[in-house]
């Protein structure tokens, strides 16, 4: 917790809780491919290099992500001590969005009119939704930590027989992000979780979504703020947003914010926010 805010790790845990996802999938993994303890990593990671050359991504990429990488206990600890997210939307709402982040949000709208300008255009996804999701993942990146390598994080993920199902395509994408030149294995750091960037998105959709909107031939959801607001447009356009519809509990969109995150309370929290946004008061 950060000044009565949940860290942005918290965010993809609740999304893992919602969704079911805190259990490999029955079947997936077996004791050959995965491990509840650190015994067996080394050579789990030896097999992973193979296969992640077999996928295509480059000797070079995998040599240099995966150089040192170790197991790691402490994210297992804290997969292990996540609890049920139970916080009613009162609640969670007035913990999260108060006068200051509105206040930063609205002066993010003003400073960044033209971003927002070209992704209208491009996505049709509204701006007070784009700013909502990005002040309550990392408070405009005054949140963002950096605290744990990502391919660390997501190789004991995918090792353990508890997240092999769910965290072994994030694994090799994190892999791939570094392939692309988009980040180096340094600059890969973030929530346990494997979060990346500004609006924390995960590799899988990082590789499919992510924009380079500012020209300079990377992805960069860390540093480059026109890169981060369009990827996260991208991201709700291809999940099916509907330029000009209502963001209202019950609509279209609104299912597009559940693709976004799985918390009832948080979609509810980004749509309510996103309208006192756009009412202007």
């Known amino acids: 917790m950060r000044n009565g805010r949940a860290g942005a790790g918290s965010i993809v845990a609740r999304w893992l809780l919602a969704s079911g996802l805190m259990l490999a999938a029955p079947g997936v993994a077996t004791a050959q491919s995965c491990g509840n303890t650190g015994e067996g990593f080394g050579r789990w990671l030896e097999s992973a290099k193979a296969q992640a050359a077999k996928q295509g991504i480059s000797r070079g990429a995998i040599d240099s992500a995966l150089a040192g990488v170790s197991y790691d206990t402490t994210v297992i600890r804290l997969d292990r001590n996540q609890r049920s997210f139970k916080l009613s939307f009162e609640e969670f709402y007035k913990r999260r969005v108060g006068s200051a982040l509105i206040r930063r949000a609205k002066e993010r709208l003003a400073r960044h009119k033209a971003v927002f300008d070209r992704i209208d255009k491009q996505f049709g996804v509204p701006r007070e939704i784009i700013v909502a999701i990005w002040g309550l993942e990392t408070n405009f990146g005054a949140d963002t930590s950096g605290k744990y390598s990502i391919v660390r994080s997501l190789a004991t993920l995918a090792y353990d027989c508890r997240r092999t199902a769910f965290f072994t395509p994030q694994f090799y994408d994190a892999i791939r992000i570094v392939d ?95 309208t006192h946004l756009r009412s202007g008061n």
């Open 180 to 274: 692309r030149r988009d980040m180096t294995p340094e600059q890969m750091r973030g929530g346990w979780a494997g979060e990346i960037g500004q609006t924390q998105f995960l590799p899988s959709p990082y590789i499919k979504y992510a924009v380079d909107y500012d020209g300079d031939g990377r992805r960069d959801l860390v540093n480059s703020v026109p890169d981060l607001l369009a990827s996260t447009a991208s991201f709700l356009k291809g999940h099916g947003w509907q330029r000009g519809g209502s963001w209202e509990a019950g609509s279209a969109n609104y299912g597009v914010i559940r693709d976004w995150n799985r918390a009832e309370v948080y979609q509810r929290t980004i749509s309510v926010m996103a």
